[in-house]
C-alpha cells in the first residue's frame, strides 16, 4: 500500500470553531439587515446602512468570510496531503470531482425547490415586484458558492504553487489586486476589478494553505495583523474606500462586490490574530463537550448558510401582513428590540428548518452523484473543469439577478448549471482512468 505524502497533522479545533462561527456570523448579519416592511398591502425592504450610516462599521464584525476561505485552504490542503506522494492524474482529478460533488449536490437541492416554489408563486398570480424581491433574498448570497468552487478547482495549482514559492504566491495575489484596484478605481473601467474576485479569494485560500506548511508562524501573524490593522483605517478614510464592508447602494467603490483592498487589508488582521491564537485555543476546546459540538455544528454549517434566507421569506409573510411583528420608526429604542425579536424568531424557524433538512440529508445533503462512462481520462478532465466554471457562473448569475428577475425563472442560468452539473457528474471508468495514472 502507498503511503501519503505526509502524516495527517491532529485535529485543529479552532480552525472548526471558526469554520462554524464565521457562517453564523454571516448569517447573523444577513438577518440584521434584512428589515422588511409591510405598508399598504405592499412588502418592501429598507437599508439600515443607507437610512443610518453610522451601522456601516458595524459590518468590520460581521464581514468574516475571509477566515471561513482561509480555513478552507487549509482544510484543501489537509485533504491533499492525504494523496499518495506517486498519485496520478486520475486520483488527483477525483479529488477534485469530490469536492465539487460535495458542493454541487446541496446547492443543485437547494436551487431546484427555490425554482418549484417561485413558479407555483408565479402560478397563484403573485406579483412580478414580490417575486422579484423575494427570489433575490434567498439568492443572493450564492456569490460564496461559485467563489468556492473556482479555488477549490484551483487546489492542485494552488498547492504546487506554494511548494515552489511558499509566502511569494498569496503576496503576489495581493499585490495584483491592489493593481487592479488602482486602475479600476483611477479609469473609467470599473469593469476591470471584476478580477479581484480571482486574485483576493485566491490570496486568503493560499494563507490557508500556507499555514498548514508552517509557513505562517505567530511572529509573522502578529506583524501581518499589525500594519493591516494601521492601513484600513487610512484605506477608509483618506483612500477611495468605503467603510462598509458590503455593498452600499450609491457607492462608486465597493469593498466587497468585487472585493478591494480594503477588505483585503480587513482579511489579515481577522486571519493573523485568529491564526496566532490557534494553539490557545486547541487546548481548550479539546477538553469536554467541545469536539462534539463542534463537531455538529460542521456537519451542519453547510445546510444553515444554503437556507438561512428561507426563514426571512417564511416569517416576513406570516408575521408582518398579520401583525405579529413590529414596525416601529427605524433607530429608535423599539426598533432595536423588534430586530433582537427578529433575530430570535428567525432562529427558531431556522432550528425547525434545520431539523427537517437533517431528517432528510439522504436527499438535501447528499454529495452529487457521477456516472461512470467509457471516455479517456483526459477529456473527463476537461468536462470537470468545464462543469465546474459553469456551475460557478450560474450561481454567480443567480446571485446578482435572483431566482425571479423581472418576476420570471431565470431559465438560461438554471440550463447553465444543469448542463454544468451534468459536466462534472462524469467520470472515467477504472480501466480509462488507469491509462492516465
Known sequence: MTE??????????????????????VVIGHWLLSVMT????????????????????????FQVVPVFFAVAGYASAVSWGRLPADAGTAARQEWIRRRVARVLGPSGVYAFLMLVVIAVLKALGISGTVLE???????????????YLMVVALTPLAVAAHRRWGLAVPVTLGACLVLVDAVGIAT?????????????????????????????????????????????????TWGPYPIAMIGVPGDRVENSAPPSAALLALALVQIGVLFAIVPVLN????????????????????????????PVIVVTLVGYPTGLLPQPPMGSGAWWLARLEWELVLAVVAAGLLTLLYWQRRFVAAPM???????PG???????????????LALAVLSANGFAPGGRLPMLAAALFLAGTALVAVRPRAADRERIS
Open 4 to 25: 501519503p505524502t505526509s502524516a495527517s497533522p491532529p485535529r485543529e479545533h479552532a480552525l472548526d470553531l471558526y469554520r462554524s462561527a464565521a457562517v453564523m456570523l
Open 38 to 61: 409591510y405598508r399598504d398591502g405592499t412588502f418592501g425592504r429598507d437599508n439600515p446602512l443607507v437610512l443610518m450610516p453610522w451601522t456601516q462599521w458595524i459590518t468590520w464584525f
Open 133 to 147: 424581491m423575494g427570489g433575490w433574498a434567498v439568492a443572493m448570497h450564492l456569490w460564496f458558492l461559485a467563489v
Open 188 to 236: 473609467d473601467h470599473p469593469e476591470i476589478r471584476m478580477a479581484n474576485y480571482f486574485f483576493c479569494w485566491a490570496a486568503i485560500y493560499q494563507l490557508g494553505i500556507a499555514w498548514h506548511d508552517g509557513h505562517l508562524r505567530r511572529r509573522t501573524l502578529v506583524s501581518t495583523a499589525v500594519v493591516a490593522a494601521l492601513a484600513l483605517p487610512a484605506l477608509v
Open 283 to 310: 487546548r481548550l476546546l479539546a477538553r469536554g463537550v467541545w469536539p462534539r459540538v463542534l463537531a455538529i455544528a460542521n456537519e451542519n454549517v453547510m445546510a444553515l448558510y444554503l437556507w438561512h434566507m428561507l
Open 369 to 375: 452523484p457521477t456516472v461512470a462512462v467509457p471516455i
Open 378 to 392: 483526459a477529456i473527463a478532465e476537461g468536462l470537470l473543469y468545464a462543469g465546474t466554471a459553469a456551475c460557478a
